[in-house]
């Protein structure tokens, strides 16, 4: 079982907390589900048993739970102060569980989707020009490294810095799948980069002329760092972008990409609130503003449902106005 539940196990005191424990199981040792959407399930399920417990007693029925006490339960998280994006990520994960439970025959149907999602306020990130971007692009291509005072990642491999911006710009990959990217990963004969998304999914998002030309100028300096460390059995086959001091398994985290995505930014005059994923945002915004297919980006994007496209990808007011000028009959 996975490592997220761990620390986690509760003493199953009736029907209720049993069958929250099993539904978990079946998440860890059977989906292949991510830590983190793991950790997200075992605090959600886990909170809702022990309210169903309280208000309905430990010796309670799960086929005697409603969709009112759903609804109680999101009112609950709301007097503690929760968002309601973070009361939809509850009932998310409390629908999950409910229908196991209708498939698993322990109920006979799912409550919950009784229960409407709380309707979330559309907050779009602030995205960069494709002016802004390129400019920042531009400055990395053979660029020293960037000034920093604290010793950090950020501040002394210029080419792998410039890799990092390229791909998660040039592909819109996630932070974590492109710390995942191992060399295998790069398709050179297709001029692709084979992805793993969430839930292990797997995409081909294309590989542009500059973000090749960045990893291949990085590639060489990789090889360097990896033999000197007395890991040269990395090479081929580990990680594509890997840490300065070649600790541990040599792969790049999350955090140092976020420290060198916001310090590089910063040094080239962007916002400050700049991290990785505004990048991902400013990649699928520019290609619809270019007018590229909603949907093809989607599939890019690495997105299940084409309305989560729509919310990382904006027409600016300028776009729509362009738009209106050149096609309506009245606007010429």
Request: charged fraction near 25%; charge should be positive; hydrophobic fraction near 40%.
């Amino acid at each position: 079982m996975s490592d997220a539940l761990d620390g986690e196990a509760t003493v199953a005191t009736g029907e209720i907390t049993g069958l929250a424990g099993q539904f978990l199981a079946m998440l860890a040792d059977e989906r292949g589900s991510s830590e983190h959407t793991l950790r997200a399930y075992v605090r959600e399920v886990r909170s809702f048993a022990a309210y169903l417990e309280k208000a309905l007693g430990k010796d309670a029925a799960i086929g005697s739970v409603e969709h009112l006490h759903i609804r109680a339960y999101l009112g609950v998280l709301y007097e503690r102060g929760l968002t309601k994006a973070s009361a939809a990520r509850a009932l998310a994960a409390v629908r999950s569980w409910f229908k196991w439970l209708a498939k698993e025959g322990k109920v006979l149907q799912n409550p919950a989707l009784l229960v409407s999602t709380p309707k979330r306020p559309m907050h779009l990130p602030r995205v960069p020009s494709m002016e802004e971007v390129n400019r920042v692009l531009n400055s990395l291509d053979g660029a020293g490294p960037v000034g920093s005072s604290d010793g950090q990642e950020e501040s002394v491999w210029p080419e792998r810095d410039r890799v990092i911006f390229e791909l998660l710009y040039g592909c819109g990959i996630r932070n974590s799948e492109l710390v995942g990217l191992n060399m295998m990963s790069v398709q050179w004969n297709n001029d692709a980069v084979l992805v793993r998304g969430k839930g292990k999914k797997e995409r081909l998002v294309p590989l542009g002329d500059e973000a090749a030309l960045a990893v291949r100028e990085y590639l060489p300096g990789r090889e360097a760092k990896l033999v000197a460390a007395g890991k040269g059995g990395l090479v081929h086959e580990g990680p594509l972008l890997t840490n300065l001091r070649m600790r541990g398994d040599c792969r790049l985290t999350t955090r140092s990409v976020g420290r060198i995505v916001k310090a590089i930014a910063r040094s080239r005059g962007l916002a400050a609130d700049v991290h990785p994923h505004t990048l991902r945002h400013a990649f699928g915004t520019h290609m619809l503003e270019e007018g590229a297919d909603l949907r093809a980006i989607q599939e890019m994007l690495g997105h299940e449902r084409l309305s989560t496209t729509q919310r990382y990808t904006q027409l600016t007011v300028g776009q729509v106005q362009r738009v209106y000028d050149e096609t309506h009959p009245r606007a010429k």
